[in-house]
């Protein structure tokens, strides 16, 4: 969105070898006023640098930075109307047949999450949420145990989810102070690597759709709540296009999805890329150095 605008830099973190091909030619091949730089080390790893960034003084008294993901709470307001929107499609069938209406939504930063649970808040009459994840369940653990433990992620098939210390659970922590209060709104389930390719082979075989392993995770979450009766009607919030992880799409289901024309382009594009470590002494150096 920002590539070649005057007056602004975007500088992208991402973890070395956990993105896919095509995920990591998107964020390398602008070029211009785009800086790729791949961390050696995991998503955690950047989020914590670019947090550290922020609180550093003489770093942020230099140079204007902000932050165009979840960290910001800018990020948020515009994703909650995803929630009010698909509400209002659905609300005379929802009056009509008697239903209650909960969002599923694959999580790994919780912003998303969030963000809807923002818009119930303002007013949304939305029964509650389900909050799906890979195998770096911490916030499933916690609605489960009460108790919090962040840990280091670790990788899966559904890569941008690999999250172990989710930034916006202390969000959600605030908008829930009272104890107990988050569980009554949000419940947390977790899908295997395994699951996860069962669903998106059983979506292509049955309907022969194409989802990414993130929409999987999702999709299998909900489906399972639906057939348990523990959910009346769910509503999944879709993330990327498969054709974002064409190889995990191949793995499911013996067939490639189609691949929308710029990330066909961006494929065939150079890889522009620094390599630093997971530390802020490292970004530090490149901010100043560069921009």
Known sequence: AFHGKKSIDVVILYPSGRVSPSQEKQLTTLGGNVHALEVRGSFDDCQRMVKEAFMDRELASNL??????SIN????????FYYIWTWAQLKDELKQQGRSLEFCVPSGNFGNLTAGILARMW???VQGFLAATNANDVVPQFLESGNYEPRPSVATLA?????GSPSNFERLQHLFPQ?????????GMKQTDEEILTTMRQYYEEQGLFICPHTAAGIGVADRMVRQGASDLVVTLATADPGKFSEVVHQATGALPPMPQPLVESMHRTKIATAISPALEDLA???RREL
């Open 73 to 80: 709470l800018g990020r948020l307001v515009p994703q909650s």
């Open 179 to 187: 104890k107990g209060a988050m569980e009554r709104i949000v419940r």
């Open 123 to 125: 007013g949304l009459p």
């Open 285 to 287: 150096a490149y901010l």
């Open 159 to 163: 890569n941008a989810m690999d999250v």
């Open 64 to 69: 204007p930075l902000t932050s165009a993901n």
